[in-house]
């Protein structure tokens, strides 16, 4: 008989970059997965974002299902119809008239950064090669873009990182101005900071960094990896705020569990510079991740899905602001859709992670945004009951975590 595999053999068999919870997950529907043991935990962080329908979504089975009887991969020598049928509707509902595909987050970031880089260089020179980017963005785990990200303890002690690459805070006009300039072939933007808070990026100034990128001819590029598939209400968050980037990353929520990441921009960015052989991925494009991220975009893109997400949303942030108040574990409660940042008060600064435990504990799985934020991003269609279930798991939470 095989041995059952347990939390220590991570310990004993994994790279340890990760620390994982001692539960293992055998099993989901909806917004619920179940351990080893059978019990039950209400999903409040959707695998950071990712499983945007839940788990075990019918049509999402169905369409991974139906593709896996047809054919997993072609490669990129060969094309395949759910890659182009999914091309086509990303560009339909979006600006975009180009889409280029990778595995991941950081791929689809380090595709856009070589595009803004190549293209700059090709009609402008060696020169133009800075990309401007935020303290307290984060980007994607690749050398390039743990360098363009702006926290220095994910890309420090490997050596020299790449160069041409300036960080400002967020929402300094000032820094934005000065820094922005001929040599800038791009600026990085989440348009919600996601690692950091979930802090929405004021639209003002993303008008600001719209009007000095055009200025200077660099490429705005929006990281909607988290923001992006109706995580906020909307199908990408750049749909509000009256700014419309030249290059759009998106991961996570698109795949809904299966790895896909995107890059979306226009022809004119796209067509002369990133050329055959200047750019690839092996397994970018295959059919099987189109098929389900064709699939999750039918389903999230339609009124009901993103209006439900705005009604819930406001649901849940009022119930969080009012924990907040009564067991005061929570100076604010940040909410963009689905998807929310609950400052912890001083009492319990440095506690996120403490929180999440216990909330694990009591069988509700949030994640979190660094030590002081507490960070929900739960299924885009989770049902109101499993919603307030998991709310009230929540409060249970609190209660604990102030003695209150
Ligand atoms: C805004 C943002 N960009 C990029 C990434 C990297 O995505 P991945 O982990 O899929 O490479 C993340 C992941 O958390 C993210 O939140």
């Not at 293992?24 to 950071?48: C, K, M, N, P, T």
Request: one cysteine or more.
């Amino acid at each position: 008989m095989i041995p059952a595999v347990s939390r220590a053999d991570f310990d004993h068999y994994m790279v340890p970059v990760f620390s994982p919870l001692d539960m293992i997950f055998v099993r989901g529907e909806g917004s619920r997965l179940w351990d080893q043991q059978g019990r039950d935990y209400i999903d409040f962080g959707a695998g950071v974002a990712v499983t945007s329908l839940g788990h075990a979504h019918p049509g999402l089975l169905k369409a991974l299902t139906e593709q896996a009887a047809k054919v997993w991969h072609v490669s990129n020598y060969y094309t395949n119809e759910p890659a182009l049928r999914l091309a086509r509707k990303l560009c339909e509902a979006t600006f975009a008239e180009r889409v280029f595909y990778g595995n991941s987050g950081a791929e689809a970031n380090e595709a856009a950064l070589k595009l803004a880089r190549k293209r700059a260089v090709n009609l402008y020179g060696p020169e133009k090669i800075e990309i401007v980017s935020f303290n307290g963005s984060f980007h994607g785990r690749t050398f390039f873009t743990v360098s363009v990200g702006g926290q220095a303890k994910y890309s420090s002690g490997m050596g020299p990182n790449p160069a041409g690459i300036v960080h400002i805070d967020l929402h300094d006009e000032e820094a934005l101005r000065r820094v922005v300039g001929p040599k800038t072939c791009a600026i990085i933007v989440e348009p919600v900071v996601g690692e950091s808070g979930v802090l929405p990026v004021k639209h003002e100034y993303l008008k600001l960094i719209r009007e000095l990128a055009s200025q200077h001819d660099a490429a705005l590029i929006f990281d909607e990896v988290q923001s992006g598939n109706g995580r906020t209400g909307s199908l990408y968050a750049y749909m509000d705020t009256g700014v419309t980037p030249d290059i759009l990353t998106t991961a996570k929520g698109i795949g809904a569990g299966f790895p896909i990441g995107i890059m979306m921009t226009t022809a004119a960015m796209a067509d002369k510079h990133f050329t055959p052989g200047v750019h690839g991925s092996t397994f970018g494009g295959n059919p099987l991740a189109c098929a389900v991220a064709e699939a999750a975009l039918d389903i999230i893109n339609t009124p009901e899905v993103l209006a439900g997400v705005k009604r819930k949303a406001k649901h849940a942030a009022d119930r969080l602001r009012q924990m907040g108040q009564k067991y005061k574990c929570f100076d604010e409660v940040r909410e963009s859709g689905l998807w929310m940042g609950c400052q912890l008060t001083p009492e319990l600064a440095g506690k996120a992670g403490a929180f999440m435990k216990a909330a694990a504990d009591n069988g509700v799985l949030h994640i979190v945004a660094g030590p002081d934020v507490v960070r929900l991003a739960t299924s885009l269609i989770i049902s109101d009951a499993e919603l307030d279930e998991g709310l009230d798991r929540m409060e249970r939470t609190c209660a604990q975590m102030t003695g209150r």
